[in-house]
């Protein structure tokens, strides 16, 4: 089973709801937690709805929190326990295995951490069940989680450490990254902690292990995502056929608009043939196109997790800020691909010849 939980930091932006239906169809969790939603329920049905996941429980907006949300998949049982303005806690169950997890969103003013901590004692004693606990506590164990900005009291740490202690509860450190949240671009004000993070009781580790657990960069949250996998497998699953799609942004590109040329002008072909050398030219296009986007993606991501888990230095963070813009306008031209249809012959030739635009713009 896969439990995902992000800071999302709003929800508001079609572009974050796009990278959060790509992630949940890529990674494929049984149970999402999002903290810092700023929805309210019609929205965040909405939102459900488009990431294709089965069921949802919503805590809305309003003057004391900023919303929460828990979805969760057609094979999953959820049942509601308890929630509030910063937790949602709830009974999981799947494939015989039941446990119980409570999604939490910390407070970020000092004044009101005991208010926290307070909730997991009276959280701990409403059910006996093996117990997971993932989302943005907002706080920091030791001095280790912590790079930049002024030094946290020891004593807030302690506090930290005793509300875990004395519940019964566990860190589980992530297997891929470390620092889970940064703010600043410059490396006067470069901040980096490990806000993020998943605890459980010794019963759910006994049952499921501690798992893996993968601290993941995006470019829409100042916060990392958490992906915890209680059967990490590292074989390769099937891969999906490779279909050609015309999509919207390609009509920017020159090599695009070179390549139908060519085809379009073709005197010795009829249309149907033209069509079709467009379909087979743009495939291998595509394809390249595609590859190298992803290589520079994933290089960019790599190179963000390593700047964000190395000493601060001037150099560091400039490079940071260059990386995060670049992976930034990468995501949002792989956000804007829109499929027009399916390089199907038949099918594709009414719609083209419906929208002729395109051809009649070519001398």
């Known amino acids: ?137 907002n706080d920091i164990l030791d001095l280790s989680e912590k790079e930049g900005g002024r030094r946290k009291p020891r004593v807030e740490m302690e506090e930290f450490n005793d509300a875990f202690l004395r519940n019964g509860l566990w860190d589980i450190k992530p297997d891929s990254g470390w620092f889970t949240w940064h703010s600043g671009i410059n490396v006067e004000n470069l901040v980096k902690e490990r806000l993020d993070r998943f605890v459980a009781s010794i019963a759910w580790i006994q049952l499921h292990g501690r798992g893996q657990v993968q601290s993941i960069h995006s470019s829409f949250s100042d916060h990392h995502y958490l992906l915890l996998d209680t059967e990490p497998c590292t074989g390769r699953g099937k891969r999906l056929v490779d279909q050609f799609r015309f999509e919207n942004c390609w009509a920017d590109e020159e090599a695009c608009l070179e390549t139908v040329k060519e085809c379009w002008n073709d005197a010795n072909s009829s249309t149907m043939n033209k069509l079709k050398a467009i379909g087979d030219k743009l495939y291998g296009w595509q394809k390249h196109k595609r590859a190298l986007a992803m290589k520079r993606k994933n290089f960019l991501l790599e190179k963000i997790e390593k700047l964000l888990n190395e000493t601060i230095s001037e150099e560091s963070a400039r490079d940071l800020t260059a990386s995060k813009k670049e992976l930034k306008l990468l995501m949002d031209r792989e956000e804007i691909v829109k499929p027009m249809f399916d390089f199907d012959i038949t099918r594709s030739l009414r719609i083209k010849l419906k929208n002729l635009k395109l051809f009649v713009q070519i001398p």
């Open 1 to 137: 089973m896969k439990i995902l939980v992000w800071n999302c930091q709003g929800l508001g932006n079609p572009g974050i709801v796009q990278f959060l239906k790509q992630l949940v169809a890529s990674k494929s969790p049984s149970v999402v937690f999002l903290c810092d939603t700023r929805l309210n329920k019609r929205k965040a049905e909405d939102v459900r709805r488009r990431v294709n996941m089965s069921g949802n429980l919503v805590v809305e907006i309003n003057e004391e929190g900023l919303g929460l949300m828990l979805l969760w998949t057609e094979v999953t049982q959820v049942s509601l326990l308890s929630y509030s303005k910063s937790h949602i806690d709830v009974e999981v169950s799947k494939d015989g295995v039941c446990f119980r997890f409570t999604g939490m969103y910390g407070t970020f003013h000092r004044s009101k951490k005991k208010e926290d901590w307070d909730l997991l004692d009276v959280l701990r004693t409403m059910s006996e069940l093996p117990w997971l606990i993932g989302g943005d506590l």
